[in-house]
Structures are given as structure tokens and as C-alpha cells.
């Protein structure tokens, strides 16, 4: 059996054998939705071939976490949606033979392996690599962490198939656990989506073959729906209001503006006073509201192809409850960025591998925790407001919001009050010695021309610190006091971005 990504068969079965010998196994993963989701796909393997294991997380594989992992009695250690990029620091303190690594992160380059560290041909060819990108995938795109190291669980499975197993190893409640691994095809697509690799709202290339497993499992179904964040769990004005792939004129305006749209739809969308939620609506229901949002974006005259950006793939796992946060791939990533966002991932891993109980209970109060952080956040720049430049606008907020949330803030105050639409907006926060710097654009002006990750690296580098990321959203740490002088040429690349 080939397997869904079949380039990745031969790396995969290297991979299995190797766990399937060793008498211990340490489980490394990054500390995000997609790390997450891959350390359950990883475990849950593991657990169910017999394998003893235990689990870490971090939020980077720095030369101390490796030497951390290092010093571990485990004698294979497994590195999931990290490792690829940091081989040389991997192989100067692990046995490439003992270590595996289940990544779709850009490979350390041949050229930047150092001298005495074992041939270069061994880390292209490392024993027991498993990256997309080495067989040619876009690990950016169309395989995750989660995916890889589904390939790897999946040849677990296939070399030594265990004949039945046990309710204890069901990662959903509504459906039974696959002696064949495939239903951790559904904790893969939480991970893809957490890492967003969706594209004009639908998975493409190896994620698709892996969603198509865990249809064929019984865990996870597709379906073309509204592409809105939330359709499980928010209540039908938040999600029309606030949807980002959403922007009808005189709906998305705010939670009134939506509740008067669905007023005048002639359907029965309240139950006792309560809004519904879109996951409650049969389908003839949901049917009449698309309609009405693409009647009135074009009355509104939005151009054909937003109103096609409303229509996305849903990704349910259909063995948990409707209408709860785990129904949902992106709602499920969002949980779990929750708990890992204030390092308590393992609590993120325990609901993973099915754990509605006390792991629930605490990763979902993590979450509204995160929630009041992020609207304290954004009154904070509601209450001090923002400084308008030519072409961006930024707030300080010193240590008054963690820098691991300004970015999500930066974002949200976009529509706030005294927040201007219409240009990009910068943020810096206080993270420990150095200025953290999170900027956000929208699609609007990613499309007149703004490259913000060209923005931040350019004025970074001018003040000594670095930066990057992506057109729409990026960032860059910085030296404490260099912020005058980094907005200055953060202004200065935003006007030659809008010009040409
Ligand atoms: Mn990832």
C-alpha cells in the first residue's frame, strides 16, 4: 500500500521500522496547532502499536531544547513538525540513527551544514527524514507536521496492524478507533488547517488525499459551506459580522447590522430569544441566507470574485458533538493555539486523543481566557489610539499587552474605533530585552501592491534586529528604542509598495 502521499511511502516505513525497535521513545513537537495535532497523530501511534513514549513541546528547537531532549534516557527521540530546518544542531547531539523526524519545513541547506558534521548526503538523505518538500510536495501548501507525521503512523500500522483496539484509543466519541491509523486523518486536517493551508478556502494536493482517508475512516467529512470562521460555535450575527472571509457592506458593519439582515430573511433564526448557530441550520435554511449575503454584496456591488471567497470547504469531525468547538477544523486548531499560546499544550494533546473531561473543560476556559485578553487588547488601542503615518498607522503598547497576543490584537483593532481601514497598522510590544513588532495588512491593500514581510525585514535590518513573514501579516524583533526609526522606513517601503 502506497498510502496518500505515496512519495512519502519509502521515508515513512524507514521511519516505522525504526520506532516500531526502539525500547523508548521521546516525542518532540512544536508548540502550535499543527505541532499539536502532529504529536496526537505521533502518540496515538504509538500507543496503539505498544510503543512506550512520553511527549514534549516547545516553541522552537533552539540548541538548549535539543540538549534538553538530549539528555533524556529515551533511546529514539522523534521530532514532529520541527527538525528539518535545524539539522545541524539536531545531529551535533542526537544519533542520526536514533532520531526521526516527521517535518514539512524548509530542509537546512547542504551548503549550511557545518564541518564535522556527518556528509552532506545524509541530511538530504538522512535516514529517517520525512518531509513533503524532499519528494518534491509544498510542504507550504498542500502537507503539515500533521500530515508527515501521518505517514509515518500510518506505516505503524501497516507493519504491524493490531487486530482490534480498545475505546480507550477513540480519538472522537462518536466513532471507533482504526486498528489502520486512518482515523487520525481527521487530527492531520486539524493540523493542515491550523497551519493554514487552505487555499481560496479548500486543502489541495496531499491534504486532500489525507482528508479522503479520514472520510473513507468514518472521522471526517467535506463539504462545500460557507467559508466563515465559527459556523459551529458563534451565533449567527457574531459569525456574519465578523467573518473575515465574509465582508458584505451593511452586514459584516457589526453584530446590529447582521441581526437586522437576519430579521429580514423570513426565517425562524432565534430559539427562545437565543440566535441559532449556522451548524443548527437545515440546509434549505442555510441556502436562503446565502443567497440573501450574495444579494446584497451584489446590490452592494462587491466584485464577483469576494462573493466567490464566501463559499469555502468545511472540514467536520463527524464524531464529535455538532455545535461544539471540536466539530470544526479551524475551530478545533483555534482551541488548540489556545492552550498551546499559554504553554499548556499538553493540555491541547490530552483533548486531541479524547479527552472530554477535565482536558476539555480546561483548554476551552484557556480559550476564553484568550478571548478577554484579546478584547481587553484591543480596547487598550481603542482607549490610547493610534499614530497615523503616511502610509501606515502603529500603536506602543509597551507591556501593556503580551507580545505573544499584539499581533492578534493589531489585527482586531483593523474596524475599531479611531483605526483606520485603510492603511497597514503596526504594533510593538515589550518581550523581555527586545521590542516585538507585529503589522497587518488587508487583502485590499495586499492587492494595491503592500508586501509586509518585505516592509518588516527592510526597516528590521535598519535597526539591527530582523524580521518577515508573509504579505498580509508579518513581523520583527527589535532592539528597544529603535521604534521611531523603524516606523520611518516601514512608511518610506509602504509608499514605493503603493506607488508601483
Ligand atoms: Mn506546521
Redesign the pocket.
Known amino acids: 500500500m502506497t498510502g496518500p502521499i505515496p512519495a512519502l511511502t519509502d521515508r515513512a516505513n524507514r521511519a516505522a521500522e525504526r520506532l516500531a525497535a526502539a525500547d523508548h521513545v521521546l516525542l518532540a513537537s ?1 508548540a ?1 496547532a ?2 499539536l495535532a ?1 504529536a496526537a497523530v505521533g502518540a496515538a501511534a504509538l500507543e496503539r502499536a505498544g510503543i512506550p513514549h512520553d511527549v514534549q513541546f516547545a516553541d522552537q528547537l533552539d540548541e538548549a531544547t535539543i540538549q534538553r531532549l538530549a539528555s533524556g534516557r529515551e533511546d529514539v527521540v522523534f521530532l514532529t ?1 520541527f527538525g528539518s530546518g535545524q539539522l545541524d544542531d539536531v545531529y551535533a547531539h542526537l544519533d542520526p540513527e536514533a532520531t526521526i523526524v516527521a517535518d ?2 524548509q530542509p537546512l541547506s547542504p551548503d549550511a551544514v557545518p564541518a564535522g558534521a556527518p556528509a552532506t548526503a545524509e541530511y538530504a538523505d538522512a535516514p529517517y527524514h520525512v518531509n513533503p518538500l524532499l519528494v518534491g510536495l509544498d510542504g507550504a501548501r498542500e502537507c ?3 500530515g508527515a507525521t501521518y505517514a509515518v503512523a500510518r506505516a505503524i500500522a501497516e507493519r504491524d496492524p493490531p487486530a482490534a483496539l480498545g475505546p480507550e484509543h477513540a480519538i472522537q466519541p462518536g466513532s471507533d478507533p482504526d486498528p489502520r491509523n486512518r482515523d487520525l486523518a481527521a487530527l492531520a486536517i486539524v ?1 493542515a488547517v491550523g ?1 493554514r493551508q487552505r487555499e481560496d478556502g479548500e486543502l489541495v494536493g496531499a491534504n486532500v488525499a489525507i482528508a479522503a482517508e479520514g472520510e473513507a475512516a468514518g472521522v471526517l467529512t467535506t463539504e462545500t459551506d460557507l467559508g466563515a470562521y465559527g459556523t459551529q460555535t458563534k451565533p449567527l450575527p457574531e459569525l456574519l459580522a465578523h467573518a473575515d472571509e465574509i465582508r458584505v457592506p451593511g452586514v459584516a458593519t457589526d453584530r446590529n447590522a447582521a441581526a437586522r439582515f437576519l430579521d429580514g430573511l423570513d426565517l425562524k433564526l432565534r430559539t427562545d430569544g437565543e440566535w441559532r448557530r449556522w451548524a443548527e441550520l437545515t440546509g434549505e435554511e442555510r441556502q436562503t441566507v446565502a443567497s440573501g449575503l450574495c444579494q446584497r454584496a451584489i446590490q452592494r456591488g462587491v466584485p464577483a470574485e469576494r462573493i466567490d471567497e464566501m463559499v469555502g470547504t468545511a472540514y467536520t469531525l463527524s464524531g464529535e458533538e455538532p455545535a461544539t468547538q471540536l466539530r470544526d477544523a479551524s475551530e478545533f486548531a483555534t482551541l488548540l493555539n489556545a492552550t498551546a499560546r499559554y504553554e499548556r499544550s499538553a493540555v491541547g494533546l490530552a483533548v486531541l486523543l479524547g479527552d472530554r473531561d477535565g482536558a476539555l473543560e480546561e483548554a476551552t476556559d484557556l480559550l476564553a481566557e484568550h478571548r478577554r485578553n484579546l478584547s481587553r487588547g484591543v480596547r487598550w488601542v481603542e482607549d490610547h489610539g493610534v499614530t497615523i503615518e503616511s502610509h501606515c498607522q502603529w500603536f506602543d503598547a509597551g507591556s501593556e499587552i503580551p507580545a505573544t497576543i499584539v499581533g492578534i490584537v493589531a489585527g482586531m483593532a483593523v474596524g475599531a474605533d479611531g483605526v483606520d481601514p485603510s492603511i497597514p497598522i503596526v504594533a510593538f510590544a515589550e518581550d523581555g530585552d527586545e521590542v516585538k513588532v507585529s503589522a497587518r495588512a488587508t487583502g485590499g491593500l495586499v492587492r494595491r501592491g503592500v508586501d509586509l514581510s518585505e516592509a518588516m525585514a527592510t526597516a528590521a535590518s535598519a535597526v539591527d534586529g530582523s524580521g518577515g513573514g508573509h504579505t498580509v501579516a508579518a513581523g520583527a524583533t527589535i532592539p528597544p528604542d529603535s521604534t521611531d526609526e523603524f516606523v520611518s522606513v516601514v512608511d518610506d517601503v509602504l509608499a514605493t509598495q503603493l506607488q508601483t
Open positions: 512544536h502550535d499543527d505541532g502532529s513538525d514539512h519545513h503539515s507536521g500533521a493540523g497551519d
